[in-house]
T-cell receptor, first 111, second 114 residues
Framework: DQQVKQNSPSLSVQEGRISILNCDYT??????FLWYKKYPAEGPTFLIS?????DKNEDGRFTVFLNKSAKHLSLHIVPSQPGDSAVYFC??????????FGTGTSLTVIP | DAGITQSPRHKVTETGTPVTLRCHQT?????MYWYRQDPGHGLRLIHY???????DKGEVSDGYSVSRSKTEDFLLTLESATSSQTSVYFC?????????????FGPGTRLTVL
């Protein structure tokens, strides 16, 4: 059973507009959530994270929102840039320091 | 960039042969992880280590074993490789103490089992 789900395999956005990537999870014991960005033939790169005690964390153009009651988190990228084109993975950590990843969303930012 | 290397970067092997992948870190992180990435599955945890000689299973551990005899090295062994183990394998490190807030990934090893 997939404990972390990304239901949109792909997303296309115009340069300068907002990109919204979504992630749902099933385990209410997850206490930390992360987003990673991955380019082809490279390892994932950490982007931004949020603790379960918060509902928003911002870092430059990237903001992560957490809705615990809905077991939903999202990543907002504003404004989107062509260099943001990559696969984005959300991940969640349990209390045993194990991480569970979604299947990824491929973002294409169109110039 | 976190100091993580993986070797080999690419390997082609035959069914039934043993394979060992190596992850090496220079960051002195306590936790080390092995994942596999497959289309439609994202990244799945195979095994992880929380210290020298301390390891535990992840969600897809069948057919794999690991060892960690030094802080800097974490080995993943496929005792008898099968075609279903064709995948891209990523090592990750995290946590200098008891909690790991994030992970830093190596460049990956592409393994093909014929």
């Amino acid at each position: 059973d997939q404990q972390v789900k990304q239901n949109s395999p792909s997303l296309s956005v115009q340069e300068g507009r907002i990109s919204i990537l979504n992630c749902d999870y099933t385990n209410s014991m997850f206490d930390y959530f992360l987003w990673y960005k991955k380019y082809p033939a490279e390892g994932p790169t950490f982007l931004i994270s949020i603790s379960s005690i918060k509902d928003k964390n911002e870092d430059g153009r990237f903001t992560v929102f957490l809705n615990k009651s809905a077991k939903h988190l999202s990543l907002h990228i504003v404004p989107s840039q062509p260099g943001d084109s990559a696969v984005y993975f959300c991940a969640a950590r349990n209390t045993g320091n194990q991480f569970y990843f979604g299947t990824g969303t491929s973002l294409t930012v169109i110039p | 960039d976190a100091g993580i290397t993986q070797s080999p970067r690419h390997k082609v092997t035959e069914t039934g042969t043993p394979v060992t992948l190596r992850c090496h870190q220079t960051e002195n992180h306590r936790y080390m992880y092995w994942y596999r990435q497959d289309p439609g599955h994202g990244l799945r945890l195979i095994h992880y280590s929380y210290g020298v000689k301390d390891t535990d299973k992840g969600e897809v551990s069948d057919g794999y074993s690991v060892s960690r005899s030094k802080t800097e090295d974490f080995l993943l062994t496929l005792e008898s490789a099968t075609s279903s183990q064709t995948s891209v394998y990523f090592c990750a490190i995290g946590g200098t103490s008891g909690v790991t807030d994030t992970q830093y990934f190596g460049p990956g090893t592409r393994l093909t089992v014929l």
